[in-house]
Each structure stands twice: as structure tokens, then as C-alpha cells.
């Protein structure tokens, strides 16, 4: 397991983010996630400024683990890693884009969810999946059922998660962490509830704690 899966593991949850006013909401939504105990992003592509998020989280919060999601092109991952970030996730499994990041040195998360993403990634050299769509593909029921043929894989089950099935997610052994968009909408961060977001980190982190114990 690499350094970044142990990190992203350790917290147990992955916050992911689309920002629409970088300059803005970047720095103050860094210091929200930390100050919950949640030091962890994943900034997704699908806003125009997701580059330029990553650098601003980045440098309000230099102990931050920043990451990009939803990156569908090689340019995007060249785009990310200046910016600062410490991972890519894609939404589904592309090889050239795995070899791509492989190549670059920097951990990439594919989204997998049939046998065959499964074994596309293990001829890959994968030990960490996303696993997206998680709750319309199936959830926790087949995540467990694909790790009996696919043992070696680590989950990170992202789509539908929330804090109400949050601890059935992250008690499952196979499961490393939990993404989610919950303590991130689009309410709280463009009405800037800094501290709501701040909470709804805590209370994640107590249920990911209380699974574990």
C-alpha cells in the first residue's frame, strides 16, 4: 500500500469537492476539512478552476493531502500534478490514463465496479479502487462479492454515501475509505457554512472511529 492509500486509510473518509469559486471558497474550505479532522480532498474536474483549487487548498493547508477527480485526459493529469496534487481519480478504469500516472509517479484511483474493470486493474498493478457509482452499482452487497475472486484490492466506494450508511460502508474490512459529496454540497460551500462543514468532518470521523474500534 502506498504512502497516500495509508493516509486516505488512516482517515477514512475523502471528501469530494467541486469548487466554483476558487479564489473565494479554496483556502476557507481547506481549513474547514483540517479543522474537522478531515485533511484529505478530492477536487473534481468538473468545475473550470479545479487546478487552480488545488494549488489554493494546497497552500492554505501545506499538510493536506490534495487529490484530483473525475480527470478524463493525460492533460488534466499534467494539470493536476502542477497544480499540487497528490493523486488522480478517474471515474472508470482507462488503461492509458493508468499507465499515464504510473509513468508520473503519482497514485491513481480508477473507478471499478464489474470483474472485469476488476481484473483490467489487477494486470495493472492496482491495490486501491474507487468504486463508482457506489450505491447504484450494486453497494456494499457487491463490493463484498467481488472480493471474493479479487481479495488483493482495497475499496474506496464513492456515490450515495452519507453519514446514515457511513459506518455499515466503512465497518466492511475491504472497504480503506468512504467518498462522499455530503459534507461538501453546494449549499454549504456557496453559502460558506464553514462550520456546519467543519461538524459534519467530526461526526465522520467519530462513525469511521466507532467502526474501527
Not at 485533511?39 to 478552476?49: D, K, L
Not at 478517474?90 to 473507478?111: A, M
Not at 482495497?154 to 452519507?162: A, D, E, Q
Request: some cysteine.
Amino acid at each position: 500500500m502506498s504512502n497516500v492509500s495509508e493516509i486516505v486509510t488512516s482517515i477514512g473518509v475523502v471528501p469530494v469537492i467541486k469548487l466554483d469559486h476558487p479564489q473565494r471558497d479554496a483556502a476557507n474550505l481547506a481549513n474547514a476539512l483540517c479543522a474537522g479532522g478531515v485533511p484529505v480532498a478530492e477536487v473534481t474536474f468538473r468545475a473550470a478552476g479545479a487546478a487552480e483549487a488545488i494549488r489554493l487548498m494546497a497552500e492554505a493547508q501545506p499538510q493536506m493531502l490534495v487529490g484530483a477527480g473525475t480527470v478524463l485526459t493525460t492533460a488534466q493529469v499534467d494539470e493536476a500534478i502542477a497544480a499540487g496534487a497528490k493523486f488522480i481519480v478517474t471515474p472508470g478504469l482507462d488503461p492509458e490514463i493508468v499507465r499515464y500516472c504510473q509513468d508520473k509517479g503519482i497514485d491513481v484511483f480508477p473507478g471499478c465496479t464489474t470483474p472485469t474493470d476488476y481484473h483490467t486493474a489487477y494486470k495493472l498493478g492496482l491495490k486501491t479502487l474507487k468504486f463508482f457509482p457506489a450505491e447504484q452499482s450494486g453497494g456494499l452487497a457487491k463490493i463484498k462479492a467481488m472480493s471474493a475472486p479479487f481479495p488483493m484490492f482495497k475499496v474506496m466506494p464513492t456515490g450515495g454515501i452519507s453519514l446514515k450508511n457511513l459506518k455499515e460502508y466503512i465497518s466492511c474490512p475491504v472497504i480503506c475509505a468512504c467518498g462522499g459529496s455530503y459534507m461538501v454540497t453546494a449549499d454549504l460551500i456557496n453559502n460558506q457554512k464553514w462550520d456546519e462543514i467543519t461538524d459534519l468532518c467530526k461526526k465522520s470521523v467519530e462513525i469511521v472511529k466507532e467502526a474501527r474500534a
